[in-house]
């Protein structure tokens, strides 16, 4: 069990590169741009987002959210199969008439909740 020490004689001697030590301390070239008055610049598109709806998006959105909830899925094929003449025993408005109503109520309050958020932003 002979072995050759050079190799791990050259890991003893350290690393060439110079090592620099870790510094929290603004260099001299930021602290000159702080000090000359100017307002460090704000990167893009860091802004804080707490309102989930545009105007564009509302509606489609909204109703992807409603339309996630099973209560609601399950009024919608009621609705789907009541327009069919053959197996439909009331006439279709009458889920309609319900699946709008609890469409446009809870859409209101989104709408209400959004624009609440957005008016806190201000």
Request: include cysteine.
């Amino acid at each position: 069990m002979n072995l050759d020490r050079s190799d791990s004689q050259e890991s003893l001697d350290g690393p060439d590169d110079e090592v620099m030590p870790y510094s929290d301390d603004e260099t001299d070239d930021e602290l000159e741009q702080i000090s000359e008055g100017e307002e460090p610049e704000v990167p893009p598109g860091n802004a804080i987002k707490t309102y989930k709806y545009n105007v564009f998006t509302f509606i489609p959105f909204n109703l992807y959210e409603q339309f996630k909830r099973a209560a609601n899925l399950y009024f919608l094929v009621l609705l789907i199969l009541q327009i069919i003449p053959q197996i439909s025993t009331l006439p279709w408005y009458t889920t309609l008439v319900p699946l709008v109503i609890v469409l446009g109520i809870t859409a209101i309050k989104d709408l209400i909740d959004d624009l609440v958020s957005l008016s806190a932003l201000c």
